[in-house]
């Protein structure tokens, strides 16, 4: 089991459609990811969050729009997504945004765009 | 050329053989993350290390600095173990970890 959890597991949306994935973790971490990873290939940062403001965005285009609420929780809103977006979104924590803090990963949202 | 190369890409092996997955960097690093991934998709984050070597059951993991070189270990290897076994070194002051492409493990019974 992990300690960051990701719902939904699995998200079929079509193009003009609005959802979110959400992300939740109750670790005290105050660094929070998003990844985005297509099929047989490594993670890609998308998002960090370092205590609950934006500090990396990897040039990801704007119908992926991050939000953190709180220090728990972390959502990535999808609005007019494209195919080619269909992947495994990956959410990750760590106590702080520096070189002695391991990643938690989630179990992924599986995101299908038809 | 990547800034990670894992080798073997993909191993196959029969139970309770002794497996070794390597991992070379070009880049200074801060440390060195060996993550394992299920065909479900999550990941779980086996070892983080900057120097030395380090141990969890039947896994070891270890990484030479001055080499740019790390190796994940897997003594008396089961079907379990079957994964994707992901090399990411951490480098930068951002924080951004870069992957290496993956080992696709397959221990047979």
């Known amino acids: 089991d992990t300690e960051v959890t990701q719902t939904p597991k699995h998200l079929v949306m079509g193009m003009t459609n609005k959802k979110s994935l959400k992300c939740e973790q109750h670790m005290g971490h105050r660094a929070m990811y998003w990844y985005k990873q297509k099929a047989k290939k490594p993670p890609e940062l998308m998002f960090v969050?370092?205590?609950?403001?934006?500090?990396i965005n990897e040039s990801v285009p704007s119908r992926f729009s991050p939000e953190c609420p709180n220090s728990s929780l972390l959502n990535l809103h999808l609005h007019a997504l494209q195919p080619e977006d269909s992947a495994l979104y990956l959410c990750a924590s760590s106590h702080k945004v520096d070189r002695d803090s391991p990643l938690h990963f989630g179990n992924g949202t599986r995101l299908t765009v038809t | 050329k990547n800034e990670v190369e894992q080798s073997p890409q993909n191993l196959t092996a029969q139970e309770g053989e002794f497996i070794t997955i390597n991992c070379s960097y070009s880049v200074g690093i801060s440390a060195l993350h060996w993550l394992q991934q299920h065909p479900g998709g999550g990941i779980v984050s086996l070892f983080m290390?900057?120097?030395g070597k380090k141990k969890h059951g039947r896994l070891i993991a270890t990484i030479n600095i001055q080499e740019k070189h790390s190796s994940l270990h897997i003594t008396a290897s089961h079907p379990r173990d079957s994964a994707v076994y992901i090399c990411a070194v951490l480098s930068g002051s951002a924080r951004q970890l870069t992957f290496g492409s993956g080992t696709q493990l397959t221990v047979l019974p």
């Open positions: 969050y370092s205590y609950e403001k934006l500090s």
């Open positions: 290390l900057s120097s």
